[in-house]
């Protein structure tokens, strides 16, 4: 049974620092593909991040330079390090679990507020 857990979302100036584990457990944390996505309100849920295996990343242009996704398989963690914050990054958070060409494990969210 796979599960993963988020947490460090909350409330947060504008401009300013949050990072984002997510705990990972059930099988290999190191052999899938990992991503994270954040839902605003109203708005469908989008890819902000995705790490490979070999740790090759990639982030959504709206993040790009700002936010950074990273692994740890000795903890089984993913992390994801936002800097400069702004309001439009307020969302609720996900981290997923790659089987092949789809996501198909999902945490339950962690919510982030960042005011103006």
């Known amino acids: 049974q796979v599960q993963l857990v988020e947490s460090g979302g909350g409330l947060v100036q504008a401009g300013g620092p949050l990072r984002l584990p997510c705990a990972a457990s059930?099988?290999?944390?190191?052999?899938?593909?990992m991503g994270w996505f954040r839902q605003a309100p109203g708005k469908e849920r989008k890819l902000v991040a995705a790490?490979?295996?070999?740790?090759?990343?990639t982030h959504a242009d709206s993040v790009k330079g700002r936010f950074t996704i990273s692994r740890d398989s000795a903890k089984n963690t993913l992390y994801l390090q936002m800097n400069s914050l702004k309001p439009e990054d307020t969302a609720v958070y996900y981290c997923?679990?790659?089987?092949?060409?789809?996501?198909?494990?999902w945490g339950r969210g962690t919510r982030v507020t960042v005011s103006s």
């Open positions: 997923a679990q790659k089987t092949t060409t789809q996501y198909d494990y």
């Open positions: 790490i490979t295996t070999t740790g090759f990343s």
């Open positions: 059930g099988r290999t944390f190191s052999s899938f593909a």
